[in-house]
């Protein structure tokens, strides 16, 4: 019953490792998207998928890579962590009547 | 440029007092109008969604919005507003369908 669901909440690493983030839905919507959350930035758009293989950035890919081999699952990579990434994730999938879009509980990265 | 503007940054607000929220776009046509509420370390809930039709549209724990697009806005309200409804309010439009374009939030207080 979970909707969609976010892995792990809280992360902490150091700067240059390699981080992924997960995201799972269950109510296969086709959209997928990935969003951090800055104090002084709002919520901005990191990459989104309209269907499985199908992917696409957004504001602020740089540092970023994404992946879609299924429906249901859009896991984030953080390459080489930075610590201007440290941040709040939010991973989102949109309802296909039309723009709403529901929101994961996100996952808060530390990069030290 | 194409952008949504929430102009109040904190809201504060007695209980049992009603509520308005602000929220103006700047777009050519009617997009897809949102409002959603984050409570701290939450993610985000939707709280209701215009597409066309009926201009005052109604959502979630007693909140309604209006649309007007004389004006370009689409503000929150709430005839009472109780405690629990302290938190941050998100208005998003989206302006083709798919990607969401979001304010910079109104923080609602509300004191006892």
């Known amino acids: 019953d979970a909707g969609i669901t976010q892995s792990p909440r809280y992360k902490i690493t150091e700067t240059g490792r390699q981080v992924t983030l997960m995201c799972h839905q269950t109510w296969s919507h086709s959209y997928m998207f990935w969003y951090r959350q800055d104090l002084g930035h709002g919520l901005r758009l990191i990459y989104y998928s309209a269907a499985a293989d199908i992917t696409d950035k957004g504001e602020v890919p740089d540092g970023y890579v994404v992946s879609r081999s299924k429906t249901e699952n859009f896991p984030l990579t953080l390459e080489s962590a930075t610590r201007s990434q440290t941040s709040v994730y939010f991973c989102a999938s949109r309802d296909t009547l039309g723009g709403a879009q529901y929101f994961g509980p996100g996952t808060r990265l530390l990069v030290l | 440029a194409q952008s949504v503007t929430q102009p109040d940054i904190h809201i504060t607000v007695s209980e049992g007092a009603s509520l308005e929220l602000r929220c103006n776009y700047s777009?050519?046509?009617?997009?897809?109008l949102f409002w959603y509420v984050q409570s701290p370390g939450q993610g985000l809930q939707l709280l209701l969604k215009?597409?066309?039709?009926?201009?005052l549209v109604q959502g979630i724990k007693g909140f309604e919005a209006e649309f007007k697009r004389s004006q370009s806005s689409f503000n929150l309200r709430k005839p009472s507003v109780h405690w629990s409804d302290a938190a941050e309010y998100f208005c998003?439009?989206?302006?083709?369908?798919?990607?969401?374009?979001f304010g910079a939030g109104t923080i609602l207080r509300v004191k006892s």
């Open positions: 215009y597409f066309s039709g009926d201009t």
């Open positions: 998003a439009v989206a302006p083709g369908g798919n990607k969401l374009v």
């Open positions: 777009y050519g046509a009617t997009p897809y």
